[in-house]
């Protein structure tokens, strides 16, 4: 199984801005897409954001307009920039890959905690 690599969490206050980025070391297959998860405490796992390999982008309703999903040209590595962040969007966030052919996520990071304060 791919391991993913996430960075870029971290505390930030309110309004503030945070990029995360996640890589995929050694994988040389071009996934499907890269997406975005979060899971807060007690909350289940949600869906934040997902790129395409060949172009679009996917986004929750909650971060429209304040988060943006970005693949890297060369590596397969994607980024997503947040801004405007809330306390509400306080959550460990992992990345993960879709390949082509599947309709699951499968292959996950080990998460990157965001926390955004009041």
């Known amino acids: 199984q791919v391991h993913l690599v996430e960075s870029g969490g971290g505390l930030v206050q309110a309004g503030g801005s945070l990029r995360l980025s996640c890589e995929a070391p050694?994988?040389?297959?071009?996934?499907?897409?890269m997406g975005w998860f979060r899971q807060a405490p007690g909350k289940e796992r949600e869906f934040v954001a997902a790129i395409r390999w060949s172009g679009g982008t996917e986004y929750a309703d909650s971060v429209k307009g304040r988060f943006t999903c970005s693949r890297d040209k060369v590596r397969i590595m994607a980024h997503l920039q947040m801004n405007s962040l809330k306390p509400e969007d306080t959550a460990v966030y992992y990345c993960?890959?879709?390949?082509?052919?599947?309709?699951?996520?499968?292959?996950w990071g080990q998460g990157t905690q965001v926390t955004v304060s009041s």
């Open positions: 993960a890959i879709k390949d082509y052919g599947r309709s699951s996520w499968g292959s």
């Open positions: 050694g994988r040389t297959l071009m996934p499907a897409a």
